[in-house]
């Protein structure tokens, strides 16, 4: 089941889909490039949502407005995109970001400049809740964090999402094929904001992955009992 693994279709709760016509669309879109799974993935910013329930309600709201509009795909899996911030481990109810019914959960680093406490953050959320992290497209930290920074990052028993982007240029792609490489574990996801300059691209990846790279990526959602 082709899967995307990081996606903002819900409608007016980040600063992806506008609205409902447009999260349709983009799904329309991802429906024609082969994907019959989406994880819906909208951002979260512990400072600005206050607490995990609050935005728990905005995500309903907005997966409600979806769903009411009768949408292409119907298989949506709630997620979020949790931004790493100083003492996230310790937010109350943080394991109900993860996606809906796994224990994997979308971590991604922010582009502030890199911290060894992130990366502690990463580890407690991990042990203390059992949750396997997937970190974010790892390729996008390749211009603003050093080459040890990355390293570090590459060394934590995670998951590693690579946007579809990634494919577009050789120096991203060889990154990609190294990880791979190394035997990591990995999915893939469009990141799709809109449908215009950051569109739903899986036909692209059907281009430029390999068959059993792909194969692969769809898997993980089926393996939900993997161990940090």
Not at 28 to 46: C, D, S
Not at 60 to 66: D, N, S, T, W
Not at 72 to 83: K, N, P, R, T, V
Not at 180 to 209: M, Q, W, Y
Request: aromatic letters at 10%; glycine letters at 6%; hydrophobic letters at 40%.
């Amino acid at each position: 089941m082709l899967t995307d693994y990081h996606s903002h279709i819900l409608p007016g709760i980040d600063d992806g889909s506008r609205n409902v016509e447009m999260s349709l669309k983009m799904i329309q879109m991802l429906k024609e490039q082969g994907v019959e799974r989406i994880a819906a993935t909208p951002h979260f910013y512990a400072h600005r949502e206050g607490s995990v329930e609050a935005f728990l309600q905005k995500r309903r709201h907005a997966f409600e407005k979806l769903m009411q509009a009768q949408p292409a795909i119907d298989s949506i899996i709630l997620g979020a995109e949790i931004s790493i911030e100083r003492d996230i481990s310790e937010l109350e109810g943080i394991d109900k970001l993860a996606y809906q019914g796994t224990n994997y959960i979308l971590l991604e680093f922010p582009y502030t400049g890199f911290h060894g406490w992130m990366c502690e953050e990463i580890d407690n959320i991990a042990y203390h809740y059992g949750l396997v992290p997937v970190i974010a497209h790892p390729h996008r930290y390749l211009d603003d964090f050093s080459k040890e920074q990355i390293e570090k990052i590459l060394s934590l028993n995670a998951v590693f999402q690579f946007n579809i982007e990634a494919f577009e240029t050789h120096f991203t792609r060889k990154f990609v094929k190294s990880v791979i490489g190394s035997g990591s574990d990995f999915v893939f996801g469009s990141d799709c904001h809109n449908t215009k300059e950051r569109k739903p691209n899986f036909d692209l990846l059907l281009k430029k992955a390999k068959p059993e790279w792909i194969e692969q990526s769809d898997a993980m959602l089926d393996s939900t009992d993997r161990e940090y």
